[in-house]
Structure formats: C-alpha cells, structure tokens
C-alpha cells in the first residue's frame, strides 16, 4: 500500500514539476510598433503606433521545462495604401530588437515572413513623373495564416530573420521624460536588430522563435526566480509527504 501512494505521490510532484511555470522580463524595441505573444497568449503591445521610438518592458510567466514560443508582429509605420510615411512624402524603415532574462535574444535565429509591402515601383516616388506619390505607389499584402502566434503554428518554411546593425537601423525619436524608456538606455548584450530583406519597404513583418526554457531563467535584479522557488516547494512538499508515509 505505501508503494502505491509513493508511486502515487512521485507521478503528481513530476507532473507539477514539469510543469511549473518561470518568471521572465525583457524588453522589447520596434520602430515603430510591435504586438507580443508567448506560447500563444498577447503578452504585450506597443503603447505608441509612430513616435517618440520608445522601448517597452515585458513581463511574463513562462514555462519552465520544454519550450517557450515567442511570436512578434512588428509594423513600421506608414500608409496602407502608399507604404509612405510622413504625409505620403518619404519611405520609412523598420527595425525590432529584444532581450529577455531566459537568454533569449533577437538575432537570425528568428523566423520572419513579411506581410506588407511597398511601395512595389519607387518609380512612384520620381515627382517629375508623378504629381503626387499617394496617386500612382501601391503596397502588396501577403497572405498568413490566423494562428501564426499559436505554440504548434509551423514555420518551417519561413525565412531566416535578418540582422542588421544599431547604425543602420537607428533608434529614432529619443522619448522625452513622461514618454517611455529611452532604448538607448539599455543593455541589449547579445541581441541583434532584425527585419527582412529591405528595412525600407518590408513594412509589417511576422517573427517567431521557439526558445529553451530549460536555458538561462533567472531574476534581473540578482534575486531568486520564481522557477526556483517553485521547484523547492515542490521538493519541500515531497519530502514532507514521505515522511509522513513512513513514520
């Protein structure tokens, strides 16, 4: 009888174990506008459409053993007609870097499928052929799927994501005081801004990338991480059951 219950009580500490969830922030910079998902769930999304360029902090459960799905729509702003900016003058780029307490960090590891583009002929930006941009540059829009954040999504046949350097890209607007937090300000490390072939007219771009969540899940500011915690509870609740079974 006491084999069955301790057979019993191993099944149910794995399960939680295997299960439990972990603490982990980041921070997230788009130019100019991004939407964040986690193993299928909205996490966070950019609290700015256009400017200043302003980074976001995120925080969020994940899971602690398996994988943990990151997914991103990133959008440079422009129109969606022209895939211009500023009043149909001028083509805009794009750019999105992020890092996460896992050791997640952005780089040509990621999946990203473009979604829209244009202007497809920057012909229509030549204003001694054109009266007007807005009358003749047209963006291309690609089809996707629904559920391209979900877990079980597959992106096999996306392309590679592809860095590009803070000079390239830039960091745009720097927000003022009561705007955000300045992302020059932070200690991206390893991380690597991303996008598709062409900064200036790839305009809203779908990333994905499914990370370790057995890598590095700690705390940001040199405490215990919940990971830890749970995982002592557990044990703590183990050893105290099998006391109790054998005394």
């Known amino acids: 009888m006491m084999t069955y219950q301790l057979a019993s009580l191993l099944l149910v500490v794995f399960f939680l174990w295997s299960t439990s969830a972990a603490s982990i922030s980041g921070y997230i910079y788009a130019d100019n506008y991004f939407e964040f998902y986690v193993n299928g769930q909205l996490t966070a999304t950019d609290p ?16 602690d053993n398996g994988t943990n799905v990151y997914a991103i729509l990133a959008k440079d702003f422009s129109d969606n007609v022209t895939g211009l900016e500023y ?18 960090v952005t780089s040509s590891a990621w999946k990203c499928k473009t979604i829209m583009y244009g202007p497809v002929n920057t012909s229509c930006l030549d204003t001694t052929l054109h009266t007007s941009p807005f009358d003749t540059c047209r963006v291309t829009y690609y089809n996707y799927s629904a559920n391209w954040y979900d877990r079980d999504f597959d992106d096999t046949v996306w392309p590679a994501a592809v860095e590009y350097t803070a000079d390239v890209v830039g960091w745009g607007r720097t927000p003022g005081a009561n705007e955000g937090i300045n992302p020059r300000t932070i ?31 700690g705390p940001t500011d040199g405490g215990t991480s919940t990971s830890c915690v749970n995982k002592l509870s557990l044990l703590l609740i183990f050893l105290l059951s099998f006391i109790r079974l054998v005394v």
């Open 87 to 104: 009043d149909n003058t001028q083509m805009g780029d794009g750019g999105l870097i992020a890092t996460f307490s896992d050791g997640t």
């Open 187 to 217: 200690t991206w490390g390893a991380a690597k801004f991303i996008w598709r072939e062409d900064l200036l007219r790839d305009n809203t771009i779908l990333c994905r990338y499914t990370a370790s969540a057995n890598s590095t899940v």
């Open 48 to 63: 700015v459409l256009f400017i200043p360029h302003q980074a976001v902090q995120v925080s969020f459960e994940g899971r």
